[in-house]
């Protein structure tokens, strides 16, 4: 069931460069999703989110595009940073009630090269 | 700043046994999730609980496990009868669910590494 997909398992960027990390969705009732970091041993930390309603959010050097008619969204790291460097989540929720569950993708692990 | 803790953070179990997992949620947050990750594989989704019961269960949610809030602090997961494939990483996660500003931001816990044997 790959409802979130992210089809590139790792990334390389030197310091400094752009991260695009990327994300595809299938289910149409997603409308809210967010990008989490995770290291090795240690639980997914939240980094930013973005509603269905919006097409772009910014927080510092991370920058979120959600385009719905493809459904794909992209994070964006600018400058990428060495302590950049982790497994990065997508994840997508549905407003279907109370739960808002996550559904996680498979995700990318992005290493920046000083 | 807030933050999700879990005890232990690794648990070794022999097949068969019961195993008890603890999270203390972000004090003023609403809901409360369980989530696991089986080494190599995605994090998956387990089980919601809001308002003091279920909201949703994910297949993978038998009725090996169950969900407790015994108290206003802790939330616990609960396995009756371990078995090896249940070998994974096990993160708490909880959530204001801020409907008005429509913000759904999940924030997990360090998980609890079991081992099932």
């Known amino acids: 069931d790959q409802q979130v997909k992210q089809n590139s398992p790792s990334l390389s960027v030197q310091e400094g460069r752009i991260s695009i990390l990327n994300c595809d969705y299938t289910?149409?009732?997603?409308?809210?999703f967010l990008w989490y970091k995770k290291y090795p041993a240690e639980g997914p930390t939240f980094l930013i989110s973005?509603?269905?309603?919006?097409d772009k959010n910014e927080d510092g050097r991370f920058t979120v595009f959600l385009n719905k008619s493809a459904k794909h969204l992209s994070l964006h790291i600018v400058p990428s940073q060495p302590g950049d460097s982790a497994v990065y989540f997508c994840?997508?929720?549905?407003?279907?009630?109370?739960?808002?569950?996550?559904?996680f993708g498979t995700g990318t692990l992005l290493a920046v090269q000083p | 700043e807030p933050e999700v803790t879990q005890t232990p953070s690794h648990q070794v179990t022999q097949m068969g046994q019961e195993v008890i997992l603890r999270c203390v949620p972000i004090?003023?947050?609403?809901?409360f999730y369980w989530y696991r990750q089986i080494l190599g594989q995605k994090v998956e989704f387990l089980v919601s609980?809001?308002?003091?019961?279920?909201?949703?269960k994910s297949e993978i949610f038998d009725d090996q496990f169950s969900v407790e809030r015994p108290d206003g602090s802790n939330f616990t997961l609960k396995i009756r009868s371990t078995k090896l494939e249940d070998s994974a990483m096990y993160f708490c996660?909880?959530?204001?669910?801020?409907?008005?500003?429509?913000?759904?931001?999940?924030?997990f816990g360090p998980g609890t590494r079991l081992t099932v044997t």
């Open positions: 996660a909880s959530s204001g669910g801020d409907r008005e500003r429509q913000t759904y931001e999940q924030y």
């Open positions: 289910n149409s009732m997603f409308d809210y």
């Open positions: 973005i509603s269905s309603i919006k």
């Open positions: 994840a997508a929720s549905a407003d279907g009630g109370a739960t808002n569950k996550l559904i």
């Open positions: 004090s003023n947050h609403l809901y």
């Open positions: 609980f809001y308002n003091n019961e279920i909201s949703e």
